[in-house]
């Protein structure tokens, strides 16, 4: 754990702490342009000039001072056997959801500054909405399916302030999310709300090559205390994720993650003990239709353990419009 909170307040205090110094820089030798928030031109917005990684773009919105954005993902079962409703929690994680699920989500983005931005979101989640049966052994799936098939209900309503920059000429990205949650699979259980906080880093090599890392806190809430659940139940969630990124062409990149130091808190566990997760790695081909419509079809699967009937599946999307 160390390690972790070594590296998020490195990370952090770079990201911050010398923003005014990165952005003088950067003037100083690029004199680049910038124009207003909102106007019709957007070719030399100041957005785009820090953040130039296509999946970073598309997840930041829009470069007008309003507008809306659309999030669709679907989680999806196993490579060996994409039919069935179950998907499998492959890292063992406590708040993994363990049903195939569909959630769309509509925003309304306010954008602060040129590089801050709110957005308040909300939509539908809905799990197994292909399935009307499950073939397993497992009492709590089986109970699961039988109370969620099929029920569509609100998805986490959610306001996500981001913060853009450029330091070090590594491409920045700043998230902090509160969540209200309201999902079925994890509401049912007692969870409540969630408080994430991120620092993505990019930086390109050339020749089509960027790598960069993430680091990530998730913190939950809850309603009531079970005890009989308390070792099933994440707290609080750290993680680490190194990552890679190859563009071919104008359209198409492809893309890597490595969920390599994730450690997370169980609601039986004291304070000071956290348990290390087993490494995945999440290969994916992102699909760029333009600067605000990126598609991401992608595959996760333990590197140490490759097993068709442990990769799991799984296809996003963002839309920016207005």
Not at 15 to 25: D, G, H, N, Y
Not at 207 to 212: D, I, L, R, T
Request: glycine share 6%.
């Amino acid at each position: 754990m160390k390690l972790f909170i070594a590296t998020t307040l490195l990370i952090s205090s770079f990201a911050w702490s010398e923003t005014k110094t990165t952005t003088e820089e950067q003037t100083s030798k690029s004199k680049p342009v910038s124009i207003q928030i909102g106007s019709e031109d957007k070719s030399e917005d100041e957005a785009d000039q820090v953040i130039t990684n296509r999946r970073l773009r598309a997840d930041s919105g829009s470069l007008s001072k309003w507008s809306g954005s659309l999030y669709f993902n679907y989680q999806g079962g196993s490579v060996a056997d994409p039919l069935k409703p179950n998907r499998p929690n492959i890292v063992a994680g406590a708040d993994a959801l363990s049903l195939q699920n569909f959630t769309g989500t509509v925003g309304i983005r306010y954008r602060l500054t040129a590089l801050d931005s709110i957005t308040a979101s909300t939509g539908f989640f809905i799990t197994t909405p292909f399935h009307d049966r499950i073939v397993t052994n497992d009492p709590k799936l089986k109970k699961s399916f039988k109370d969620t098939n099929r029920k569509l209900n609100i998805n986490d309503p959610l306001l996500k302030y981001l913060h853009l920059d450029k330091v070090f000429g590594l491409q920045s990205v700043t998230n902090f999310t509160p969540t209200l949650i309201t999902n079925n699979q994890q509401h049912d259980v007692g969870y409540r709300s969630s408080w994430l906080l991120s620092q993505t880093l990019m930086k390109e090599w050339g020749n089509g090559f960027s790598f960069g890392i993430a680091t990530q806190g998730v913190f939950y809430t809850y309603e009531v205390e079970d005890p009989k659940n308390n070792s099933k139940i994440a707290k609080n969630v750290l993680g680490i994720y190194p990552a890679a990124e190859y563009v071919i062409n104008d359209t198409f990149n492809v893309r890597t993650v490595f969920g390599t130091w994730v450690y997370e808190q169980t609601r039986n566990l004291e304070s000071d003990t956290w348990v290390k997760r087993k490494v995945y790695q999440s290969v994916g081909l992102g699909i760029s239709l333009s600067r605000d419509v990126f598609l991401y079809p992608n595959i996760q699967y333990i590197p140490s353990d490759i097993r068709s009937d442990r990769t799991n599946i799984a296809i996003s999307a963002n839309v920016n419009v207005f």
